[in-house]
């Protein structure tokens, strides 16, 4: 089968809205290529090792791959998102002088070409990310995530789901019940399961990421602690309130809400818009912890989070990228 592929090349500022435009039109998979210049500060400090090659893509710059089917009309595609992606900059994201290019390929060059560069990655100081195809031998104390990311968002090398996986480590304390918001390939709640949350209620909007996220919690042999499903956070709150199911199935783990945790790694934009929703879906003394959020939204996230009722516990970032841990105050 043939694929058409479009590039965008674009800032590490924007990449994640601009890779969100690109699921949001259909694309059967989405790559994201950042600076490998020397200059490019990197964690090594629980021994992270990266073996993708230097590149000649300039600091702070981003290549974006998009692949669509062989029926696309890539004319009226890039006709499409080229608008949307100047309208970043009326939002304080720049996505700097953009390039747009397009060709065909076939299935098996982009579907499984990437794979060379997912290695075993030790993301934190218990949890190691391992591709399903590689063969790896685990340490003391090394909590193993099997994952095929498929086409879904979340190998655990960028810094979002990183500083993610490094905060539920040192909030976790074993037994609580969660809601991953937009789970992607679910490697979060994964994680969570693997750092003793007792069950994990999974949510995404994108069924490619559903069908994702299902298929690695059945490869860590999670299915009877994580839910995965087709939904957003105030369709499960309101279902929850209802005792209904609104037409889906009903919850089948044993979280009910309000749950102890949440984790939303997803869009600043977003998170904003269910603020609320959030603050609704957690226990008192309930913990939110909100990444994807790059340096220019800060501000705006804290303010929404406070404005909502939260106290901010802590901000953890990773380059240009920050996580929030807060907390809905207790009831007294």
Avoid at 141 to 146: L, Q, S, V
Wanted: charged share 25%; glycine share 8%; net charge negative.
């Amino acid at each position: 089968m043939k694929w058409h592929e479009i590039t965008i090349s674009t800032t590490e500022e924007a990449q994640e809205m601009i890779s969100n435009f690109l699921h949001e039109l259909g694309a059967g998979g989405v790559s994201i290529e950042e600076s490998g210049t020397l200059s490019k500060q990197r964690d090594t400090s629980l021994g992270q090792w990266y073996e993708l090659p230097l590149n000649d893509i300039p600091e702070g710059q981003a290549i974006i791959k998009g692949y669509f089917n062989q029926d696309t009309d890539m004319e009226e595609l890039i006709a499409s998102i080229r608008p949307r992606v100047e309208e970043l900059r009326e939002f304080d994201i720049d996505p700097g002088t953009v390039e747009y290019s397009a060709l065909v390929i076939d299935e098996e060059d982009w579907a499984t070409a990437w794979k060379q560069y997912f290695k075993p990655l030790r993301i934190s100081e218990t949890l190691t990310i391992k591709p399903t195809w590689e063969v790896y031998e685990a340490g003391p104390n090394e909590r193993i995530i099997e994952l095929d990311p498929g086409m879904a968002f979340g190998t655990g090398t960028h810094p979002t789901t990183a500083l993610c996986l490094q905060t539920l480590e040192t909030v976790i304390r074993g037994g609580e019940e969660m809601i991953d918001v937009g789970t992607g390939s679910g490697i979060l709640a994964i994680g969570a399961c693997r750092l003793g949350v007792k069950n994990v209620l999974a949510l995404d909007l994108d069924p490619v990421a559903v069908s994702s996220a299902t298929e690695n919690v059945k490869l860590n042999e999670l299915s009877e602690q994580v839910e995965v499903r087709l939904s957003d956070l105030l369709g499960v709150i309101k279902e929850g309130q209802s005792g209904e199911a609104g037409g889906s199935a009903p919850l089948t783990t044993a979280v009910k809400v309000p749950v102890d945790l949440v984790v939303a790694n997803i869009l600043a934009e977003i998170i904003l818009l269910f603020v609320d929703d959030v603050y609704e879906a957690l226990k008192p003394n309930g913990i939110y912890i909100a990444s994807g959020i790059y340096k220019n939204k800060e501000d705006d996230v804290e303010e929404g989070l406070i404005r909502s009722g939260f106290e901010i516990v802590e901000k953890r970032r990773d380059e240009d990228w920050i996580a929030f841990i807060a907390r809905k105050p207790q009831v007294t």
